[in-house]
């Protein structure tokens, strides 16, 4: 019987210490993700690195693509509507 008690309070103790450390590392440590420039690829990337010179070889202004739909395309409405999103000095057209 005496063998069980000790078990017993062994199981106990192993317990206390599980939940001692959880807490400490709920106290502790810092869960939060960061999310920075190196989380997908690092900076150093032979692969970034390229892309980064061809970026500047060659450099481009962001572009909006909209996917619109309409039954009459061809409305005044619809037009005049989609003017409002062209640039007018638009020169590469």
């Known amino acids: 019987m005496a063998k069980k008690l000790s078990w017993f309070g062994e199981q106990w103790v192993m317990l206390a210490i599980t939940i001692l450390l959880f807490v400490l590392v709920a106290l502790f440590v810092d869960l939060k993700p960061v999310v920075d420039e190196n989380f ?4 150093s990337d032979p692969g970034v690195q390229q892309s980064k010179k061809v970026e500047q070889r060659f450099p481009s202004q962001p572009q ?3 996917a619109v739909s309409s039954h009459d395309i061809t409305s ?15 020169g590469d057209r």
């Open 76 to 90: 005044q409405r619809y037009l005049s509507r989609l003017q409002h999103l062209t640039p007018k000095d638009s």
């Open 40 to 43: 997908f690829f690092s900076t």
């Open 64 to 66: 909006l693509i909209l």
